[in-house]
């Protein structure tokens, strides 16, 4: 039997490597899975832990008031230690770009355990954007062995990178398996589309109702999500995307404009001070994972800077515009399920209109294959390291 590691320690993570533990749990004769959370993200971790069910058999719970990235590097660095050499793993998975994963991958390569990179491969190659994380994942992709590429692009970039094909394997990302995991949850429990009616009321939207099969219907109101965090945005960014939020709510009286707002200040000064008062503007405080992505499937069209909605949004059939200059997921583009809108005032008017007039520009859009998979990555990587690590004896 091997026994497997899993690392994680912000929402993001969670929800993409959760999936995966639960795959790992249906093969206990091969595997011994267990969880490490760093509690990067204390609460926005926990929340999505309930949702799957999921208790970490380590916590190392490093979260402090005022931590940088000194901190959290270093932190998961010396907590890591004892805990990898307690349990002595034969691999440790690590997920994504974040200080979590870097670190424990570090705290791995220094206890010579292989390490397994689950969403390995995405580039922009532009170290400031976005930051941290490109440089992250460049880093925890020289130092692992093996590399879960959701897409062929992905997987290209590590073999242009001289990463061996033989530790490559494309999978689709697992943040669609926890996507169709969800809603399918969502769908057939009426107790519990009720509960996430209730709690987006709770924090300030109550006008939630069933779409119809289109939003151009005429009975049907259209809703815009928004999300934005990402520390490039900050400062002018923020100002001139609530500048165009503001014009779109002017613009559109009609449609609703939601957006749960993040708790960092350097979000939610510019936001208020702009958008704060306007009749069809709901500034909401951030939702738990389940009522989320509840929320996301009945949204209209997302406006967002986040990298994972990227991924979950085409799955349930909403274009998504990107406030970002680049992005390390040029699959979706290429795909026509997203679109890239930074976060220029006029361009971000011009590309919502659009979408919000126009039925045949929204409809290629919403109706654009996915490319980041079909619910099955996690089966995927199971497979791959059941043939993988029998064959290792060293």
């Given at each position: 039997m091997k026994k497997i590691l899993a690392v994680f320690g912000t929402r993001p993570e969670a929800i993409k490597m959760c999936p995966l533990v639960q795959e790992f749990q249906q093969h206990p004769d091969v595997f011994e899975i267990k969880v490490c959370v760093t509690a990067q993200h204390r609460e926005m971790l926990d929340q999505v832990l309930n949702v799957f069910e999921i208790i970490p058999d380590y916590d190392l719970n490093i979260m402090k008031h005022g931590q940088d990235l000194f901190d959290v590097t270093?932190?998961?660095l010396l907590e890591l230690r004892p805990v990898l050499k307690e349990y002595k793993p034969d691999l440790v998975l690590v997920h994504g770009d974040t200080t979590t994963a870097l670190s424990a991958t570090l705290a791995a390569f220094y206890e010579q355990v292989p390490v397994g990179h689950v969403e390995a491969g995405l580039r922009t190659y532009n170290l400031t954007a976005p930051w941290p994380e490109e440089a992250n994942r460049q880093m925890v992709d020289r130092l692992c062995r093996y590399?879960?590429?959701?897409t062929q692009r992905n997987a290209d970039c590590l073999v242009g990178e001289q990463i061996s094909n033989e530790h490559i394997v494309v999978t689709g990302n697992t943040v669609i398996d926890a996507l169709y995991w969800v809603t399918n949850?969502?769908?057939n429990d009426l107790n519990l589309k009720n509960t996430l009616h209730k709690q987006i009321a709770d924090v300030g939207y109550d006008k939630l109702f069933t779409f119809h099969s289109s939003?151009?219907?005429?009975?049907v109101p259209?809703?815009?999500?928004?999300t934005g965090h990402r520390r490039e945005n900050f400062g002018q960014g923020f100002l001139d995307i609530c500048e165009a939020i503001k014009e779109l709510a002017q613009k559109y009286p009609d449609?609703?404009?939601v957006y749960p707002l993040h708790l960092n200040p350097n979000v939610r000064k510019p936001v208020?001070?702009?958008l704060k008062g306007i009749k069809n503007v709901y500034l909401i405080e951030p939702l738990d994972y389940l009522p989320f992505v509840y929320l996301m499937s009945q949204a209209t069209i997302i406006l967002t800077d986040s990298g994972g909605i990227q991924e979950e949004a085409?799955?349930?059939g909403k274009p998504v515009l990107v406030m970002r200059d680049t992005t390390e997921r040029p699959e979706g583009i290429d795909a026509g399920t997203v679109k890239l809108v930074g976060t220029d005032k006029a361009k971000i008017v011009a590309e919502m209109s659009l979408l919000l007039e126009d039925k045949q520009a929204y409809e290629k859009m919403s109706k654009a294959y996915n490319p980041y998979g079909d619910g099955k990555a996690s089966f995927r990587i199971v497979e791959y390291l059941k043939r993988k690590l029998a064959s290792v004896t060293e």
């Amino acid at each position: 039997m091997k026994k497997i590691l899993a690392v994680f320690g912000t929402r993001p993570e969670a929800i993409k490597m959760c999936p995966l533990v639960q795959e790992f749990q249906q093969h206990p004769d091969v595997f011994e899975i267990k969880v490490c959370v760093t509690a990067q993200h204390r609460e926005m971790l926990d929340q999505v832990l309930n949702v799957f069910e999921i208790i970490p058999d380590y916590d190392l719970n490093i979260m402090k008031h005022g931590q940088d990235l000194f901190d959290v590097t270093s932190r998961v660095l010396l907590e890591l230690r004892p805990v990898l050499k307690e349990y002595k793993p034969d691999l440790v998975l690590v997920h994504g770009d974040t200080t979590t994963a870097l670190s424990a991958t570090l705290a791995a390569f220094y206890e010579q355990v292989p390490v397994g990179h689950v969403e390995a491969g995405l580039r922009t190659y532009n170290l400031t954007a976005p930051w941290p994380e490109e440089a992250n994942r460049q880093m925890v992709d020289r130092l692992c062995r093996y590399h879960f590429a959701p897409t062929q692009r992905n997987a290209d970039c590590l073999v242009g990178e001289q990463i061996s094909n033989e530790h490559i394997v494309v999978t689709g990302n697992t943040v669609i398996d926890a996507l169709y995991w969800v809603t399918n949850k969502i769908e057939n429990d009426l107790n519990l589309k009720n509960t996430l009616h209730k709690q987006i009321a709770d924090v300030g939207y109550d006008k939630l109702f069933t779409f119809h099969s289109s939003p151009f219907n005429r009975s049907v109101p259209k809703l815009i999500l928004i999300t934005g965090h990402r520390r490039e945005n900050f400062g002018q960014g923020f100002l001139d995307i609530c500048e165009a939020i503001k014009e779109l709510a002017q613009k559109y009286p009609d449609v609703d404009i939601v957006y749960p707002l993040h708790l960092n200040p350097n979000v939610r000064k510019p936001v208020n001070q702009i958008l704060k008062g306007i009749k069809n503007v709901y500034l909401i405080e951030p939702l738990d994972y389940l009522p989320f992505v509840y929320l996301m499937s009945q949204a209209t069209i997302i406006l967002t800077d986040s990298g994972g909605i990227q991924e979950e949004a085409p799955g349930l059939g909403k274009p998504v515009l990107v406030m970002r200059d680049t992005t390390e997921r040029p699959e979706g583009i290429d795909a026509g399920t997203v679109k890239l809108v930074g976060t220029d005032k006029a361009k971000i008017v011009a590309e919502m209109s659009l979408l919000l007039e126009d039925k045949q520009a929204y409809e290629k859009m919403s109706k654009a294959y996915n490319p980041y998979g079909d619910g099955k990555a996690s089966f995927r990587i199971v497979e791959y390291l059941k043939r993988k690590l029998a064959s290792v004896t060293e």
